[in-house]
């Protein structure tokens, strides 16, 4: 019940299409569902996140669409570019106490974006 | 600038000995994590404290050890026991806006 279940494990995307990348979980005490991106090397670093009382949150390229009855949510990369090569997690939480999180990971998707 | 510390970036380790990976944050939080990382399957708990003095288990914890004397302060010791120790190793805080992760600290065995 704690798993989160992403999609596809690896995407390769023309310079400025779109890439979509999804995520299923089971557990409804998830509150908050953060996108994470991570470069080679480096750790991953918040990049979007909703809450389940809103279907959709847009900042910039980047857009989360979610579906609560279905228990799916999903990250749109609009105009993708090569910049945005890298891997890319989503995750779930429950909000404990005091700022710590229970946080559940997707196993990621390596996104390729060619010019 | 705010942020977690993560040191060494490289770090090598020959059988049976234990290493120390160091995570230092000045962003004031309270929870404090260990992830691991290998290819393929995501970020994996090892340990999380939630104040100083206090810390549990994660989903991998056989094998590992940590302390947390301080607030900013949140060592992870890979000790003999871990047999399959080479991984990327995470440190990360947290506040209810999310996590914060280091730049990771690679671990191989030679």
């Known amino acids: 019940q704690q798993q989160v279940k992403q999609s596809p494990q690896s995407l390769i995307v023309q310079k400025g299409g779109i890439s979509i990348i999804n995520c299923a979980y089971e557990n409804t005490a998830f509150d908050y569902f953060p996108w994470y991106q991570q470069f080679p090397g480096k750790g991953p670093a918040l990049l979007i996140a909703i809450r389940p009382d809103v279907s959709e949150k847009k900042e910039g390229r980047f857009t989360i669409s979610f579906n609560k009855s279905a228990k799916q949510f999903s990250l749109h990369i609009m105009d993708s570019q090569p910049g945005d090569s890298a891997t890319y997690f989503c995750?779930?939480?429950?909000?404990?106490?005091?700022?710590?999180?229970?946080?559940?990971f997707g196993t990621g998707t390596k996104l390729q974006v060619i010019p | 600038d705010g942020g977690i510390t993560q040191s060494p970036k490289y770090l090598f380790r020959k059988e049976g000995q234990n290493v120390t990976l160091s995570c230092e944050q000045n962003l004031n939080h309270d929870a404090m994590y260990w992830y691991r990382q290998d290819p393929g399957q995501g970020l994996r708990l090892i340990y999380y404290s939630q104040i100083v003095n206090d810390f549990q288990k994660g989903d991998i914890a056989e094998g590992y050890s940590v302390s947390r004397e301080k607030k900013e302060s949140f060592p992870l010791t890979v000790t003999s026991a871990q047999k399959n120790p080479t991984a990327f190793y995470l440190c990360a805080s947290s506040t209810d806006y999310g996590y914060t992760f280091g730049s990771g600290t690679r671990l191989t065995v030679v």
């Open positions: 995750a779930a939480s429950m909000k404990r106490s005091g700022g710590y999180q229970k946080v559940t």
